[in-house]
């Protein structure tokens, strides 16, 4: 068992360019959730799917940002015309029933 | 709005000492877990602790719903524990976890 995986590790885009951020759950577990980590923040609740739907994204930005769940093996969070202020580590997590389990994050640097 | 707060935010131990970390909710929660990272790390979940007190290892957790409150301690601490441990709770009936911001404990020799 690998745990989560999210890929890539880092990603740099330019200001105005999109990001896609990749999080492969552990097998067997019904629930994903997005989370962004700063520094000055700190661990901030994006979205969340439960058996692939759609359950919580009372954290998503509105107007960038999106999620998907397309299969129970992998969800995506898209991030488009991305700004510096966009800069954080990503992380993804799944679960089975209460502990969450996470992957080692996605660092994404906007210039 | 959901609120948690750790304390100390910071703290400075010589190997062996124990650490009692604090953790306190804005609202009833029904859910709460102690997470650990090191820098640059993986948050790893320590404990599952709704209530009542709950030991794994080194680590016991005692959470009181009531007051809204979680603590951990750490007995005879070990350079290794050095790191950000975080406390997180839900809304009861959500799987959304809130994070505090942490406590960074340092163990030196």
């Known amino acids: 068992n690998a745990g989560v995986i999210q890929t890539p590790r880092h990603k740099v885009t330019g200001k105005g360019q999109e990001a896609t951020l990749w999080c492969e759950p552990i097998?067997?577990?019904?629930?994903v959730f997005w989370y962004r980590q700063t520094i000055v923040q700190g661990l901030e609740f994006l979205t969340y799917f439960r058996n692939q739907a759609p359950i919580d994204d009372s954290g998503m930005p509105k107007e960038r940002f999106s999620a998907q769940m397309p299969n129970q093996s992998h969800s995506t969070l898209k991030i488009q015309s991305t700004q510096p202020q966009d800069s954080a580590v990503y992380l993804c997590?799944?679960?089975?029933?209460?502990?969450?389990?996470f992957g080692s994050g996605t660092r994404l640097t906007v210039l | 709005e959901q609120q948690v707060q750790q304390s100390p935010a910071s703290l400075v131990l010589q190997e062996a000492e124990n650490a009692e970390l604090q953790c306190s909710f804005s609202i009833f929660t029904n859910q709460v877990q102690w997470f650990y990272q090191r820098p640059g790390g993986r948050l790893v979940s320590l404990l599952y602790n709704p209530s009542g007190t709950k030991q794994s290892g080194r680590l016991t957790s005692t959470t009181v719903i009531k007051e809204r409150r979680s603590s951990l301690h750490i007995s005879s601490s070990q350079i290794t524990d050095s790191g950000t441990y975080l406390c997180a709770e839900n809304q009861g009936g959500s799987a959304k976890l809130i994070f505090g911001e942490g406590t960074k404990l340092t163990v030196s020799s």
């Open positions: 997590a799944s679960s089975k029933r209460e502990t969450l389990y």
């Open positions: 097998s067997g577990h019904s629930a």
